[in-house]
């Protein structure tokens, strides 16, 4: 049996811990005990009254409170950028990593002071801190209650109450009839596109042997491909949707603003961010798909295996997008609309964040 000594050469524990690791187990520490003694809820509160004493509008610092947040991320977003190759190669490194060791090597990493997943770890605490304390402060009923005043900084100027600003007004589309279309006609609008699509590819099939080596053809080949992944990943959930439209067809509607008060649950306001949540989980996996794809061709992978995971990526995308949707409007009816408002700025400044934020974050030369 080797020694006590001969344990402690061989004891990996000795080997000298990095400054950053120590750093950021400090950090840890310093934020676990922020957020537990409510540090994050009191900045959420304050940074809304500090807004609403600025803008005099309760509706208008909820979305406020969503942009400033995305300001505040901005250097997260930054180094992102910076360490996207490093990240990249970690997230593969777990993918091909079995479930139960994951955990190992993401412990060797940071003891090993690897500042990528250093930062990818602060960088999803910290969002989960922003998103849980944003949404417990809308959760709470102090449009018309008076809030505590221990929850807001001493320099933040107490509302005067009631809350101005309560009512948002939305845009609505109030359906008053429907009409049922034949079923004859709902099988021609969906076989004909199928059956082109059908005969574009038996086509392909006979004249691939002549005609695979042009160029020409072949841009017109991978744009097809792409119609096909991208109307492929959600055919079923299409065919369903469209049929229930087809058989409730509005033939009377009128369009109207609903006022919603902040405070109270309103339905018409879940529906819309039921929807918004669904379109959103759509775009974010189209919009994952389309990196995941060009870094694949970048790395010579046949477009036939691109194709196969682009159209699995696309049905989860669905999937996850009709599940999260239902998820937002059952929970969102238990709970005051200033979360559907909340929820629904988020979406959108991530939606748009293409044509916004993103404008002045520089890439990295590595992505596609």
């Not at 005969?199 to 744009?223: D, Q």
């Not at 759509?282 to 970048?298: D, P, V």
């Not at 949707?325 to 009816?333: D, M, S």
Request: charged share 15%; proline share 4%; aromatic share 16%.
């Amino acid at each position: 049996m080797s020694s006590l000594s001969d344990i402690r050469k061989i004891d990996n524990t000795r080997v000298p811990v990095p400054w950053i690791t120590i750093l950021f187990i400090a950090l840890l520490i310093v934020v676990a005990v922020w957020f537990l003694r409510g540090g994050s809820f009191r900045l959420y509160a304050s940074l809304f009254f500090g807004l609403y004493y600025l803008t005099k509008l309760s509706w208008l610092s909820i979305i406020l409170v969503s942009v400033v947040q995305n300001i505040f991320f901005l250097p997260f977003r930054f180094l992102y950028e910076r360490f996207y190759v490093d990240l990249k190669a970690f997230e593969h490194a777990l993918k091909k990593t079995k479930a139960d060791e994951q955990s190992f090597l993401l412990n060797t990493n940071v003891r090993q002071g690897n500042t990528s997943v250093i930062f990818y770890i602060i960088n999803f605490v910290f969002l989960f801190i922003a998103f849980t304390s944003a949404g417990r402060v809308f959760l709470l009923e102090f449009y018309r209650s008076p809030i505590d005043k221990s929850f807001l900084y001493s320099f933040i100027p107490y509302p005067d109450y009631p809350l101005k600003g309560v009512i948002f007004h939305f845009p609505f589309i109030d359906i008053t009839s429907t009409t049922a279309v034949s079923w004859y006609y709902i099988f021609l609008i969906w076989a004909i596109p199928i059956g082109v699509l059908v005969a574009f590819r038996l086509l392909w099939r006979v004249l691939k042997p002549l005609l695979a080596k042009s160029k020409t053809l072949l841009r017109y080949r991978i744009g097809y491909n792409r119609l096909v992944i991208i109307v492929g990943g959600f055919l079923g959930t299409l065919i369903i949707v469209s049929t229930f439209i087809l058989r409730h067809f509005p033939t009377s509607a009128h369009f109207q603003f609903v006022s919603a008060d902040l405070s109270l649950q309103n339905t018409p306001f879940n529906i819309i961010t039921a929807i918004c949540t669904f379109f959103a989980a759509i775009y974010s996996g189209f919009q994952h798909n389309k990196e995941e794809s060009a870094e694949a061709r970048k790395a010579g992978i046949s477009e036939a295996i691109i194709a196969q995971v682009a159209r699995n990526t696309l049905r989860n995308s669905i999937r996850n997008g009709l599940v999260l949707g239902l998820f937002a409007l059952w929970i969102t009816r238990l709970m005051p609309c200033s979360h559907d408002l909340s929820v629904l700025a988020f979406e959108a400044l991530y939606v748009t964040s293409p044509i916004t934020f993103d404008l002045i974050i520089p890439r990295s030369k590595h992505r596609a």
